[in-house]
């Protein structure tokens, strides 16, 4: 599990349950509430520090927590806590949450392929997460807030924190093909099925209504969102 181009198991392409359905294998059953570049990360200084020579800004810089290659042994290698990998390409991207490390398939709680950003919420009765042809992980402070303003966003950018990377608010994507767009609502980053207040798949015009209560939106395949309202 866990190797270069591994397919996330029961990624929803072109199917959509009526109810919910995850775009991950596994079903975490706790319902536990839990991008672009935001202060959300955990240890990020507002306004960086001032250059005592010439008065120029120095930007804060973010501190990896781990790689985006490897096994980590939760508790020892890796803190239960909420997680942020950006900047991946091409869907290659790989992780997955694992309650043992035998490396079968009843080992999986969830996991995903990813194109640009994803949240990952790393529980402490989680034994392994694995990751695979990722960008570094950083750390998120979950009490962090945001005043994100902007009216469009990628369609294939992955995981948006609501409030922090994207406003609540309706908006529309067009021009989709082939139902490869996919966009989910979600009230945490544990990628259990609890996690997914609504999805669907999508061909030509998709308009969706983001919450104020959502935490994440996710989107993968999608033309670009464009707020309407």
């Not at 995850?22 to 319902?31: F, L, P, R, T």
Request: proline letters at 1%; a positive charge.
């Amino acid at each position: 599990m866990g190797t270069k181009g591994k397919i996330a198991l029961g990624v929803v392409v072109g199917v959509v349950v009526i109810g919910a359905v995850s775009a991950n294998a596994g079903g975490d059953s706790d319902k536990e509430n839990g991008g672009k570049d935001t202060s959300a990360s955990a240890g990020r200084k507002p306004g960086g520090k001032t250059d005592g020579k010439n008065g120029t800004t120095k930007k804060a810089v973010k501190k990896a927590a781990f790689g985006g290659d490897g096994d980590f042994e939760v508790g020892k290698d890796v803190k239960p806590g909420t997680y942020r990998t950006t900047g991946n390409t091409d869907g290659l991207c790989y992780w997955e949450r694992a309650k043992d490390a035998s490396g079968e398939a009843d080992s999986l709680i969830a996991n995903d392929n990813v194109s640009g950003t994803s949240y990952v919420t790393v529980k402490a009765t989680d034994k392994l997460f694995k990751s695979s042809d990722c960008k570094d992980w950083e750390a998120v402070d979950e009490k962090a807030t945001g005043t994100a303003k902007s009216s469009r966003f990628k369609g294939d950018g992955g995981m948006y924190r609501v409030g922090v990377d994207i406003a609540p608010g309706t908006y529309r994507s067009t021009g989709n093909t082939d139902d490869l767009c996919y966009w989910e609502r979600a009230k945490d980053a544990l990628h259990s099925i609890e996690s997914i207040r609504a999805n669907n798949n999508v061909t030509g015009s998709a308009v969706v209504t983001i919450s104020a209560s959502d935490a994440y939106f996710k989107t993968t395949g999608c033309q670009d969102w464009k707020k309407t309202a």
